[in-house]
């Protein structure tokens, strides 16, 4: 599994998102995005995280980046989430996996010593040429949308 790195042409997404409808790539085109990848809805990491980033969107938004969450859970369960936590960012559907290994996000874990196929916490900061301008590998939650910010302030 290979992760794309800085300088890399973003790949290219549709997915189905929060809400019903679909989202691209190419709906960002000329703007920069963050691109997250949380491993399950509504789990504590997961859920801090994509509060984080949201709690951020305003200032994130000043810097004219948008944001995405994408994980392997259904569009309900992405909905239930967004709802629950009052979340404002828009979060993308990837049951199929496809976007997940095209990112080289989706692979083995362990936890406990078990091992099992998942999301690894990862995030991209793609530029507005849809190149990789930075990528965050096993991301530690804390602090970690505000690194994202200071990255995307400085493109």
Same mark, same amino acid.
């Given at each position: 599994? !290979? ?7 973003? #790949? =290219?997404?549709?997915? #189905?998102? +929060? $809400? $019903?409808? &679909?989202?691209? *790539? ?6 920069? *995005? ?8 509504? !789990?504590?990491?997961? &859920? ?7 709690? *951020?969107?305003?200032?994130? =938004? ?10 392997? +859970?259904?569009?309900?369960?992405? %909905?239930?989430?967004? %709802?629950?936590?009052?979340? !404002?960012? #828009?979060?993308?559907?990837?049951? !199929?996996?496809?976007?997940? &290994? =095209?990112?080289?996000?989706? $692979? ?25 301008? &930075? ?6 939650? #804390? ?7 200071? =990255?995307?302030?400085? *493109?």
């Amino acid at each position: 599994m !290979t992760v794309p790195q800085q300088g890399d042409k973003a #790949p =290219a997404f549709r997915l #189905p998102r +929060d $809400g $019903g409808a &679909t989202i691209s *790539l190419s709906d960002f085109k000329g703007r920069p *995005l963050v691109l997250f990848f949380y491993p399950k809805a509504d !789990t504590p990491g997961c &859920t801090k995280e994509a509060i984080a980033f949201s709690d *951020l969107r305003k200032a994130f =938004a000043k810097t004219g980046t948008e944001i995405l969450g994408v994980s392997a +859970d259904s569009v309900k369960a992405q %909905d239930k989430f967004r %709802d629950k936590h009052g979340l !404002t960012i #828009p979060l993308a559907s990837d049951e !199929t996996k496809e976007m997940l &290994t =095209a990112y080289g996000v989706w $692979g083995e874990k362990s936890m406990y010593g078990r091992k099992f196929m998942g999301i690894r916490r990862t995030t991209f900061l793609i530029g507005p040429n849809a190149r990789i301008a &930075t990528v965050w590998d096993n991301v530690k939650v #804390p602090g970690h949308a505000e690194e994202v910010l200071a =990255a995307a302030k400085a *493109l």
